[in-house]
T-cell receptor
Framework: DAKTTQPPSMDCAEGRAANLPCNHS???????VYWYRQIHSQGPQYIIH???NNETNEMASLIITEDRKSSTLILPHATLRDTAVYYC??????????????FGQGTILTVHP | EAEVAQSPRYKITEKSQAVAFWCDPI?????LYWYRQILGQGPELLVQ????????DSQLPKDRFSAERLKGVDSTLKIQPAELGDSAMYLC???????????FGPGTRLTVL
């Protein structure tokens, strides 16, 4: 699976949009981009995933560049409860590797009042 | 809302002792994963089951770790003997067949003294 690069930490003011970047320059055509987050002392939580089109759900939006070498997770109106470690993961969808997630260090997002 | 259950939540043991962790996935989820998360790092996949069969155990230290999912439902992860370096959070996750989203349990925090 392709590796990802994320900033180690970011800050965001409550109520503002949080934009979390991720670089995955070696991504292959059959690899998806996944985002998970982990709130302190809890298990990771799925946020969103995409292949090449931008995606939106009730939690966030995922913007993938046209060349697919980077992406941005957007939390439109960050709250204090969004303070967590955010993981960007690239993984194939198929065969015996289906669903295999390789977590990196992630980005620690701190939302402050 | 259905959740992945894990027990115990906390376990303290002495090195060379045997420990076991239990996971009950969301009902109907065919795929079950065990991850290990060392403090300050992202989770690392130890073993993946599809029903009762092991799909991937390439990162499982097989000299001391074992995992089973006999009836394709709940699962047990065992460590024998435990070593100091095994202190970590052990996370269980499950997913429905051919779905991207993994649902994580709260984890078992293991401390080896």
């Amino acid at each position: 699976d392709a590796k990802t690069t994320q900033p180690p930490s970011m800050d965001c003011a409550e109520g503002r949009a949080a934009n979390l970047p991720c670089n995955h320059s070696t991504i292959s055509g059959n690899e998806y981009v996944y985002w998970y987050r982990q709130i302190h002392s809890q298990g990771p939580q799925y946020i969103i995933h995409g292949l090449k089109n931008n995606e939106t759900n009730e939690m966030a939006s995922l913007i993938i560049t046209e060349d697919r070498k980077s992406s941005t997770l957007i939390l439109p109106h960050a709250t204090l409860r969004d303070t967590a470690v955010y993981y960007c993961i690239v993984s194939v969808a198929g065969g015996t590797s289906y669903g295999k997630l390789t977590f990196g260090q992630g980005t620690i997002l701190t939302v402050h009042p | 809302e259905a959740e992945v259950a894990q027990s115990p939540r906390y376990k303290i043991t002495e090195k060379s002792q045997a420990v076991a962790f239990w996971c009950d996935p969301i009902s109907g989820h065919a795929t079950l994963y065990w991850y290990r998360q060392i403090l300050g790092q992202g989770p690392e996949l130890l073993v993946q089951f599809q029903d009762e069969s092991v799909v991937d155990d390439s990162q499982l230290p097989k000299d001391r770790f074992s995992a089973e999912r006999l009836k394709g439902v709940d699962s047990t992860l065992k460590i024998q003997p435990a070593e100091l370096g095994d202190s970590a959070m052990y996370l269980c996750a499950s997913s429905a067949l051919a779905r991207f989203e993994q649902f994580f349990g709260p984890g078992t925090r293991l401390t080896v003294l």
